[in-house]
């Protein structure tokens, strides 16, 4: 069943279930096996597509990290931990403010260069493994202050998650980030701007249509629900999930009666938890800590980034000496230096190493380390979540839409893709960029492009212009 895991088998979640067994299932976009089934949707086709799927990314296996139930700040710093003054690591995982962003992920890499520099001697020979944001941060500052550095990435490619991408479109898309998350101390709005990027104020106040096209306003009964869930979870003994803070403080015992408008304020909830909790973090309520989970209601002012995120890196990594295409599947050390076998069968080694690559690369255990990375390590990498969230980017030869709207969502409805940015009004163009997250994101992960396309597009119905 498609609709909602969440609250399942809970007395108080009684509501929430009733009304999922009274709404029709969203149509359930056919798997790959058998293409040929594909619904055709009422919108037009679009002229081009692309689609992301981190999930099934080897070099990434996830969209970014998220704090899972059980889950502390003090988990990502033991995943921070040098390890014998040999092998440090960084990457958004390991980052102390702002864990998951851009941002986070940049400050990680210095943080790791500057421990780095602490321990090692004038030229030492230090490996970079990964060519995130991370690492080319890293790298540079290590060159910079006169180090032999090496970075070593496994795609043909750096930047990552940082996934800008030209080819036809109009402008550059981001398959990766999009947004510079505004915090009192971000340096990195000013410095994208500085380098001729495009960033536009994005206040994420969206237009909100029913799966019949109708415009509504938001209730707020959906994110009092979740602030009050998380207001009771905070004063109990122990961490637990987002769902079951819901379901045990009460606050999601909400009405099922639908309005004049056909919406109930569990539908409310279910709108939250579908356009901010999930898209968020990439994980369902039932696996977010109720004690960690990402500050909603501080991610209001951000800014978009109009093609052009991976500009970040191109300056940093100028000169750096990196090595695309190599796979990095072992990391030994001892107390003379590390040893790096790539998946050619090829050694390297050198002083020190800085591991960035992403939590969900760690959680699959595709590096061996030796010795086994210690206790501390191995509970952080076990413990913190990796979440999912996919981008599908839709080019149309004209807009099939009449709103001005740049932030669309959909409530009323498990729709796979809940949240879309509208680009015409921010670029003149008329393309779209649909977002699908967590166990939605998972099962989509698994269909051909085919049916990948048909549930994007039926997502986007409610949004088909009325004929006059
Ligand atoms: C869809 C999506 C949307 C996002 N939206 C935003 C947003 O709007 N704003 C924001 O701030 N952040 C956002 N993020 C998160 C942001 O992209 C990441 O936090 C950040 O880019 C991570 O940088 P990193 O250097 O830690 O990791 P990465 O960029 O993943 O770099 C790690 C590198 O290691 C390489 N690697 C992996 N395994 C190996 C191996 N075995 N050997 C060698 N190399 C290896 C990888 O190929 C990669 O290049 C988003 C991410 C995604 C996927």
């Known amino acids: 069943m498609k609709r909602r895991t969440f609250l399942l088998g809970t007395a108080s979640g009684f509501s929430v279930l009733a009304l999922a067994a009274c709404v029709p299932p969203a149509p ?5 096996v058998s293409p040929t089934a594909v619904t055709p ?58 864990p998951g962003t851009v941002q986070g992920a940049r400050a990680s890499g210095l943080l790791a260069a500057s421990q780095v ?55 550059a898309i981001e398959r990766g980030p999009s947004f510079v998350h505004s915090t009192s101390d971000n340096f990195l709005d000013d410095e994208l701007t500085a380098l001729g990027v495009t960033l536009l104020p994005f206040v994420r106040t969206p237009e909100v249509r029913t799966r019949a096209g109708l415009v509504v306003e938001v209730s707020p009964v959906g994110t009092q629900a979740v602030t009050g869930a998380l207001d009771w979870a905070a004063d109990q003994q122990q961490d637990i999930s987002v769902e079951r803070a819901l379901v045990d403080s009460g606050e999601a015992g ?12 569990a539908d409310w909830l279910e709108y939250e938890i579908a356009t901010k909790l999930k898209v968020e973090t990439g994980a369902t309520p ?22 052009g995120y991976s500009t970040l890196l191109t300056s940093d990594a100028e000169g750096l000496e990196v090595l695309l295409s190599s796979v990095v599947n072992r990391v030994a050390h001892d107390d003379r230096g590390v040893s790096l076998r790539l998946g050619t069968g090829e050694s390297l080694s050198a002083d020190r190493v800085i591991v960035t690559v992403p939590l969900g690369v760690l959680k699959a255990a595709a590096i061996e380390f030796s010795p086994p990375l210690p206790f501390a390590h191995r509970g952080a990498i076990a413990v913190l979540g990796m979440g999912v969230v996919d981008k599908v980017w839709l080019r149309f030869d004209a807009p099939f839409w009449d709103t001005a709207a740049r932030l669309w969502t959909i409530v009323g409805e498990d729709a796979d893709f809940p949240v879309w940015i509208n680009m015409m009004p921010l670029t003149g163009e008329p393309i779209l960029m ?10 989509l992960s698994e269909l051909d492009d085919d049916a990948f396309l048909a549930a994007a597009l039926t997502a986007l119905e409610p949004f088909l212009a009325v004929p006059d």
């Open 28 to 32: 359930v976009p056919t798997p790959s």
């Open 41 to 98: 949707s009422l919108v037009p086709q679009p002229l081009m597509v692309s689609r992301t799927n981190w999930s099934t990314d080897a070099f990434s296996r996830g969209s970014f990290s998220y704090a899972a139930v059980g889950a502390t700040p003090e988990h990502r710093t033991a995943l921070g931990q040098a390890i014998d003054a040999r092998v440090f690591f960084a990457g958004e995982a390991t980052a102390g403010e702002e």
């Open 117 to 171: 520099q602490d321990v090692a001697a004038p030229g030492e020979r230090i490996i970079v493994v990964g060519a995130g944001i991370a690492g080319i941060t890293a790298a540079r500052q290590l060159v910079d202050a006169g180090f032999s550095v090496v970075v070593i990435e496994a795609r043909d490619r750096i930047g990552g998650r940082i996934d800008t991408v030209n080819g036809d479109w109009p402008f």
């Open 254 to 265: 909400l009405s099922t009666t639908a309005n004049a408008e056909g919406l109930s304020d």
């Open 286 to 307: 039932s696996q977010q800590s109720a004690w960690y989970t990402t500050d909603i209601a501080s991610a209001d002012d951000d800014q978009i980034v109009i093609g």
């Open 434 to 443: 649909g977002l699908v997250a967590a166990e939605n994101a998972t099962r």
